[in-house]
């Protein structure tokens, strides 16, 4: 078990309160206002626990959440508890006060420490999240994906966008296997696309799929996608008339490779994430040749060809095609699983809606991604992860790097 305490004097609480009217606004939700109206004593023992609960946080190695995050629930009948940001945690609380003092105790499971972040990438950047946003803020993902027999991908990719910060998420797929993508989607919103009972997207799905994209803020199109031969010709449309920044992945890669196709014909922003095998078949190499020059070769593709291109596995490649190159600094076994990629494509998907570039997109997914892995690892070991646990971790992942990148801002000013 991990245990935080504190005690504070409940008219230092009242005087603060009368000295600084933002100190209640500040530190206080709305909710724990109208409870502790006029009751310096329930204002003070809910300092003391916002007091444990960050000394807890602390004692364990995980980053404290701030006053304001921290609310103290539970009215005058109910056992009180603590919710951070708005999500109920697993930690019993005790409050008490008298002779003019306030104490709180909290208790917890101990979590394992997180995996040291090491040195972050110098020009890492995460979009915003400003306080007064909306799901329209953060902007609108479109995954394009799916065939028969590969209904997991999709969902994979648009879990990744959702859990990486995108405002709203959308997967179309063939509307054969429509069914089974829906009933898998919660927080995203599945979409179906004609396919004539044939379980692959073809030309049928492009006017239906324009009426998404008009709304999309970037696009995702490839993991389970198949490699029918009428599945090009719907993606050569598609890549060749982008009103959108598009993440290109998987199945798309390897048909986009078999037809020879120009990448410089898009005419918006192309972010391609082919693992060492789709590597070798965009460059007509061997994947034993791709791995023995990873960093000149994705250099290479993405000037020659006007692409970001993520050359994925052990210290992924991000190369721009203005010269810009990070190679991330990340070896996690446990992201050698099926799915992690689509996950992948959905978190840098998610970062342009957001507002990145696609170079800064690409390095901040990469990032992001990889420590959610490590996180995995450390709780879960280096065999058997899920890319669906990768997906549950990204968030932390995300924020634990946010508030690294925070502290280092504030250290340099």
């Not at 603060?16 to 204002?43: C, H, M, N, W």
């Not at 008298?98 to 040291?116: F, Y």
């Not at 799901?135 to 609108?140: A, D, H, L, V, W």
């Amino acid at each position: 078990m991990r245990v935080g305490i504190d005690v504070v004097n409940v008219e230092r609480i009242a005087q603060l309160l009368q000295r600084s009217p933002r100190f209640a606004t500040r530190v206080y939700t709305d909710r724990e206002r109208s409870i502790s109206e006029g009751k310096p004593e329930r204002f003070a023992s809910r300092w003391a626990a916002k007091e444990a609960v960050r000394k807890l946080f602390g004692s364990s190695g995980e980053p404290m959440p701030g006053y304001g995050d921290i609310e103290v629930t539970g009215g005058a009948n109910t056992a009180p508890g603590i919710s951070i940001r708005g999500e109920a945690q697993d930690i019993a609380l005790s409050l008490t006060h008298d002779a003019g003092i306030a104490i709180a105790v909290v208790a917890g499971r101990r979590h394992p420490r997180g995996p040291a972040l090491g040195e972050l990438p110098e020009h890492l950047r995460l979009p915003d999240r400003p306080a007064t946003a909306n799901k329209g803020t953060f902007g609108r993902v479109l995954v394009v994906a799916g065939s028969r027999g590969f209904t997991g991908a999709p969902q994979l990719a648009a879990r990744g966008a959702a859990r990486a910060g995108a405002g709203l998420v959308t997967v179309a797929v063939p509307e054969s296997i429509h069914a089974v993508v829906a009933a898998g989607c919660l927080e995203v919103m599945p979409a179906p696309l004609p396919d004539g009972g044939s379980g692959v997207l073809s030309r049928d799905a492009l006017d239906p799929l324009h009426g998404l994209l008009t709304h999309a803020t970037s696009l995702v199109v490839g993991p389970g996608i198949g490699r029918d031969a009428a599945t090009w010709g719907f993606l050569e449309q598609v890549m060749s008339s982008l009103s959108c920044p598009a993440v290109i992945d998987a199945d798309a890669l390897n048909l986009a490779a078999a037809a020879h196709f120009d990448w410089r014909r898009s005419p918006s922003p192309l972010v391609l994430t082919p693992h060492p095998a789709e590597m070798a078949r965009l460059t007509g190499m061997s994947t034993e040749q791709v791995q023995e020059q990873r960093e000149a070769l994705a250099r290479r593709f993405a000037a020659d060809n006007g692409v970001t291109l993520v050359l994925k596995g052990s210290e992924t490649v991000v190369a721009a095609a203005d010269g810009r190159c990070h190679v991330d600094n990340h070896s996690v076994v446990a992201l050698a699983t099926g799915g992690t990629g689509d996950v992948l494509s959905g978190v840098i998907a998610a970062f342009i809606a957001q507002g990145l570039e696609p170079f800064e997109a690409a390095v901040a997914g990469v990032t992001v991604h990889a420590h959610a892995g490590l996180m995995v690892q450390a709780r879960q070991g280096r065999a058997g992860a899920l890319a669906s646990d990768v997906i549950e971790a990204l968030p932390r992942a995300q924020e634990r790097i946010r508030r690294a990148l925070e502290t280092a801002l504030t250290a340099r000013k």
